[in-house]
């Protein structure tokens, strides 16, 4: 199911990817022998954690093996799915359509797409592209295929983390452009900043040459194409996968921007795509939290697609 009859329904295939020829620095060795503790105490087959600045990539560490009961190991090198934290990138990508002055933040979405807006609650055309990136939209959390169109009316202002919310998003820059969110992305987010990364399930199917999707339990789920991602329909808000190394590019690149540093975009963008909303307390794409070791204010999200799980801490006041 694409966007645009995931959008009929409420009333991409993937692209190729290589691998980074430089790699990764090497990493403390406590941190490498601390990562293995947690991996036997808590029993997933693998774990990688890394540290990055506003020049990226500063250590990295992995240990287990990409798949349970396995005996390939992981390495620096291997591609992580890295679920909602693709929310980020697309609030990001929208970023550079309001730069360019061919959207704003307050468009709404009867301005925007009114085809797909003729079926839906009436109040749907009136929800706005920063409303759509702050979960403030009133959209149901994810799509239910049983449900009729229209049959949740929104009620915009109020917060509710929605992925539908960020399918959404996505298609707009479908509409702005012509042409799919994931070939938008890597021309307009990706290229820029020199990352390498893929849309959807990891590795080749059926083999384990990428770490594999597992279940709650730790066990190696029996295969790893697409039943094991979520759907394409939800790229915007959760397909992106990459090293550790290219995606620290993209993080990197939030604390250029939010430090005022030359970055992919303008610095007041970066104050809103980092702005939380005072209600929700949820910025574009980026959860919000204060932590004594940050000296303040982080950015942070989870992304998962129920069989890999990943975590990032921004601390712009100290810049990693």
């Known amino acids: 199911m694409n966007r645009r009859h995931f959008l009929t329904s409420l009333g991409g295939g993937m692209l190729s990817i290589s691998r980074s020829s430089a790699a990764p620095p090497a990493a403390p060795a406590d941190l490498t022998k601390q990562l293995e503790t947690l991996r036997q105490k808590h029993q997933v087959p693998a774990l990688t954690a890394s540290r990055f600045g506003v020049e990226g990539l500063l250590f990295q560490s992995v240990t ?62 009136d929800i706005t592209v920063l409303q759509l990136l702050q979960h403030r939209s009133g959209l149901r959390a994810n799509l239910r295929l049983a449900a009729p169109p229209g049959a949740d009316p929104p009620a915009a202002g109020s917060y509710l983390y929605s992925n539908v919310g960020y399918a959404i998003a996505g298609h707009i820059a479908e509409k702005l452009d012509g042409r799919p969110w994931e070939a938008l992305l890597e021309k307009r987010v990706f290229q820029p900043l020199k990352i390498t990364a893929g849309q959807g399930p990891v590795g080749t199917e059926g083999k384990d040459d990428q770490p594999w999707p597992h279940d709650e339990k730790g066990s190696a789920l029996p295969a790893n194409g697409p039943a094991s991602d979520n759907p394409p329909s939800l790229g915007p808000a959760g397909r992106v996968h990459a090293s550790l190394q290219n995606y620290a590019r993209f993080a990197a690149d939030q604390l250029r921007g939010a430090a005022g540093q030359p970055a992919l975009l303008k610095p007041a963008l970066y104050q809103i795509l980092h702005g939380p909303d005072p209600v929700s307390h949820y910025a574009c794409g980026w959860g919000i939290a204060d932590r004594p070791w940050a000296d303040g204010r982080c950015l942070t999200h989870t992304g998962s697609n129920n069989a890999n799980f990943s975590a990032v801490w921004l601390a712009p006041e100290k810049a990693f």
Not at 75 to 103: C, I, N
């Open 64 to 125: 287990g093996f990409r798949k349970a009961g396995g005996t390939t190991p992981v390495t620096p090198d291997d591609f992580w799915h890295y679920g909602s934290m693709t929310k980020a990138m697309t609030a990001t990508l929208l970023a550079t359509y309001v730069q360019e002055g061919r959207l704003q933040w307050d468009d709404p979405l009867g301005k925007l797409i009114p085809e797909s807006c003729r079926k839906a609650h009436p109040r749907t055309k």
